[in-house]
């Protein structure tokens, strides 16, 4: 990804940014010789233009995305800056804050300027966020104000681990060097680095501070005195866990498998190289955890002959077509310090497991991290809309009959919803090749809205959905089935397709798609209902089948900030049981705002 320059905009939107840095510093300007070698600039709100880095982290902060009209209103995206990845996810017990960073490209650095930093983002209640101050930036610690060689390009995707040995957040994360600074810094070009929160009493955990110790891993080379890794291996680092024999271990991004590197060190500064991980497919951003909890509702055994995994391996892949974060169910055995662990899929093999993919559509770099208040986890990914932003919060479950895990949206999201509701529909009758439409919304509502429809299961062949008239529709391609005594379930296709606004919508005429994705959905003999959950944020789609049993993110500007909304049937006639809808409301608050929510939520819960 490039970085986006900003167009001319002529909405102007102050940042809080620089008086938040100059707080936690005590300082009024940090970094002076950054400034000597960054090549990229960055205006504030008034329109002037400063060398990117610490007080200046906006590429235009007078003229924001939100100037251009058409950007989400309820995901996370950059004020003014192109972003990725979600990075280093976490919740911070203590303060009760939630954080976020994110591939931000504002790198400095006279050969890589643009690059990938550490934005941020903070919440005290997963539903309203708050921008913060670049987190970490790439060649400089911004507590000591020194310049870092081991990240001096850029900095890639890292993880973070809340209470490592009691001692709080802890990010690790890859740096880009450049291997003329020594092998000191730079031993191979790519290194592993660890950051904390510089002041442990500020709940925003403002400012990040780099070890003093860091590099810890070259990323082909050797990793303090235990020994080194294989050229390619130790990038992408992901989240730690811990084993039976008290090693902290961390997968990472290899040429083919993913690679295991360890330690035994409370403070992380010794690690060493364990060694491939066979049946960890290779790709970006790689995940380990242990089975999440079971979906709701979802208490029947497994298909008969399937074993119960006992843990998860996620990653992202560029091979698989198109971008994809993917998984493999399986179970595993911890074998020893120092030698990889048995991790044997649930279905395929350990050189060719079977990968069941997280999202169809635009949905990358998918990141997750357990929420210790809810008990749960929560998986984020990067929306590939032109601007880059992320994904709604997903939480992550697992259906043993299915044999899948599903993705669903946090029960947070509901409190969003704007009231009254824009539509509230029971007992439609959807004749084939028709339209029921849910009403004239206000202008603007349909944009950004959420709506639920629920169809009654048919017994016969037809196609049915949600549609945004002349924009996209949601549909499910339904075929009963019969099914064997050892098939607990069969597949239908669901997707989302754009549609021409001169469409019919009838069966015979309308239109082939201009754009689509789409997947398979899982049923079993017990559904009698097929749920359908739709968002719209203005430039982009999520959409929800079954509670999450699939999951789809389509790029798509709705232009037209107030198209007609209807359920339709076509090739069958379908029944929806319900039919809801609301306007959504936008996710931002303050720093001070999300500060002062954090302290009521721990002053409940000591009451």
């Known amino acids: 990804v490039t970085d986006v320059q900003c167009s001319t905009r002529p909405t102007k939107q102050r940042s809080t940014i620089p008086m938040l840095l100059s707080r936690q510093l005590g300082i009024s300007a940090v970094a002076t010789a950054l400034t000597l070698v960054t090549?990229?600039?960055?205006?504030?709100?008034?329109?002037?233009?400063?060398?990117?880095?610490?007080?200046?982290?906006q590429c235009n902060a007078s003229q924001p995305w939100s100037s251009l009209g058409a950007v989400p209103s309820y995901h996370l995206m950059d004020l003014s800056c192109a972003e990725n990845d979600p990075n280093a996810p976490c919740f911070d017990a203590k303060h009760n804050v939630y954080h976020l960073m994110y591939q931000d490209h504002l790198g400095v650095g006279s050969t890589h300027a643009g690059g990938p930093v550490f934005g941020h983002f903070v919440s005290a209640d997963l539903v309203h966020w708050s921008r913060m101050p670049v987190a970490v930036w790439n060649r400089l610690d911004v507590p000591t104000n020194s310049t870092t060689l081991y990240d001096s390009k850029a900095i890639y995707s890292g993880s973070c681990v809340n209470s490592?040995?009691?001692?709080?957040?802890?990010?690790?994360?890859?740096?880009?060097?450049?291997?003329?600074?020594?092998?000191?810094?730079?031993?191979?070009?790519?290194?592993?680095?660890?950051?904390?929160?510089?002041?442990?009493?500020?709940?925003?955990?403002?400012?990040?501070?780099?070890?003093?110790?860091?590099?810890?891993?070259?990323?082909?080379?050797?990793?303090?005195?235990?020994?080194?890794?294989p050229p390619g291996s130790g990038g992408d680092p992901s989240s730690a866990w811990v084993t039976a024999s008290g090693e902290t271990r961390i997968a990472t991004r290899d040429a083919k498998v993913s690679t295991i590197w360890a330690t035994m060190d409370p403070s992380w500064r010794e690690w060493y190289y364990v060694g491939p991980q066979p049946g960890f497919p290779q790709g970006a951003c790689p995940s380990?955890?242990?089975?999440?909890?079971?979906?709701?509702?979802?208490?029947?055994?497994?298909?008969?002959?399937?074993?119960?995994?006992?843990?998860?391996?996620?990653?992202?892949?560029?091979?698989l077509n198109p971008h994809v974060t993917a998984y493999v169910l399986g179970t595993y055995t911890d074998l020893g310090p120092r030698v990889p662990a048995r991790f044997t899929p649930?279905?395929?093999?350990?050189?060719?497991?079977?990968?069941?993919?997280?999202?169809?559509?635009?949905?990358?770099?998918?990141?997750?991290?357990?929420?210790?208040?809810?008990?749960?986890?929560?998986?984020?990914?990067?929306?590939?809309i032109p601007q880059g932003a992320e994904t709604l919060p997903r939480e992550v479950t697992y259906h043993p009959l299915l044999s899948q895990l599903m993705f669903a949206p946090l029960a947070e999201q509901a409190a969003l919803r704007v009231s009254p509701a824009l539509a509230n529909i029971t007992?439609?009758?959807?004749?084939?090749?028709?339209?029921?439409?849910?009403?004239?919304?206000?202008?603007?509502t349909a944009s950004t809205s959420e709506l639920i429809a629920?169809?009654?299961?048919?017994?016969?062949?037809?196609?049915?959905?949600?549609?945004?008239?002349?924009?996209?529709?949601?549909?499910?391609?339904?075929?009963?089935?019969?099914?064997?005594?050892?098939?607990?379930?069969?597949?239908v296709d669901v997707g989302i397709q754009s549609i021409p606004r001169d469409a019919t919508h009838s069966d015979a005429t309308a239109p082939p798609p201009a754009a689509a994705v789409s997947a398979r959905l899982r049923l079993m003999p017990t559904d009698n209902q097929v749920e359908i959950r739709v968002f719209t944020d203005r430039v982009m789609v999520e959409a929800f089948v079954?509670?999450?049993?699939?999951?789809?993110?389509?790029?798509?500007?709705?232009?037209?900030?107030?198209?007609?909304?209807?359920?339709?049937a076509s090739g069958g006639a379908a029944e929806a049981a319900k039919v809801e809808a609301w306007h959504v409301g936008s996710i931002w608050t303050t720093p001070d705002q999300v500060r002062e929510e954090a302290a009521r939520h721990i002053t409940n819960r000591t009451e």
């Not at 090549?39 to 982290?57: E, R």
């Not at 093999?349 to 809810?374: C, M």
């Open 39 to 57: 090549a990229k600039s960055c205006t504030d709100s008034d329109g002037n233009t400063f060398p990117c880095g610490p007080q200046h982290d």
């Open 164 to 229: 490592v040995n009691g001692s709080g957040m802890r990010i690790i994360y890859p740096g880009v060097c450049d291997q003329s600074d020594g092998p000191r810094a730079c031993r191979t070009g790519t290194t592993v680095n660890i950051a904390t929160p510089d002041n442990v009493t500020d709940p925003l955990a403002t400012v990040w501070r780099k070890a003093a110790f860091n590099p810890v891993i070259h990323v082909n080379g050797s990793a303090g005195p235990g020994g080194g890794g």
């Open 288 to 319: 380990f955890y242990p089975l999440p909890p079971l979906a709701p509702g979802a208490a029947s055994p497994p298909p008969p002959g399937v074993a119960t995994p006992t843990h998860v391996y996620m990653f992202s892949d560029t091979l």
């Open 427 to 444: 007992a439609a009758h959807v004749a084939t090749g028709t339209d029921v439409r849910l009403g004239v919304w206000p202008a603007g």
């Open 546 to 568: 079954m509670q999450g049993r699939v999951a789809l993110t389509l790029a798509y500007e709705l232009t037209d900030l107030s198209p007609q909304f209807s359920v339709f």
């Open 346 to 384: 649930l279905a395929g093999s350990v050189e060719a497991p079977l990968v069941q993919v997280v999202d169809q559509g635009g949905l990358y770099a998918g990141k997750d991290f357990w929420d210790p208040v809810h008990e749960r986890r929560i998986l984020y990914g990067w929306a590939r």
């Open 454 to 491: 629920t169809f009654d299961i048919p017994s016969h062949n037809t196609t049915f959905g949600v549609r945004a008239i002349g924009a996209f529709e949601v549909y499910v391609a339904f075929q009963p089935q019969e099914l064997g005594a050892s098939s607990p379930w069969w597949e």
